[in-house]
């Protein structure tokens, strides 16, 4: 019963903060574009990535344990783990290229390390669903193993 309990809670941090990424990405980012213009959008985005990445931290947390038990879970989890700290000197150093008062970028070379940042949180999401399946495909296998033994465990 505590292995299932781990299980969801496993996959309800990686469903809250992969989740949260993607419907944000996909979602609110294009609307405030749309509704703020992108420098006010991004202004957004600058704030609400720090919570995103401290999401990140506390997840990471939760899989451990899980990571430990699975040669490919600790792979990806070492992944997002090296990403997530990239992500936080990558968001520093673009911080330090955004005037928020003025509402302005104040470096040239803004875009180039946000293309770095877009980059390495696409590994981290890939690292999220590469962990995701094998947590999932996990679970099912072993259902089935013990199916195939004749002893399903109870539901």
Known sequence: MAERVYRFVCLAAL???MGGFTFYALIVIPTGNHLLGSIRQGLLTQQVTQWMNLLGILSLLILLPSARRCKWRAVSWLVMAASL??????HSRLDALIDAPSQTITGDNFYRWH?????????QWVAALVYLWILSVGQSASIQGAATAGS????
């Open 15 to 17: 469903a809250f903060w």
């Open 85 to 90: 700290t990239m992500l936080f000197g990558l």
């Open 115 to 123: 293309q770095a940042y877009l980059v390495d949180v696409t590994i």
């Open 152 to 155: 399903l465990p109870p539901r």
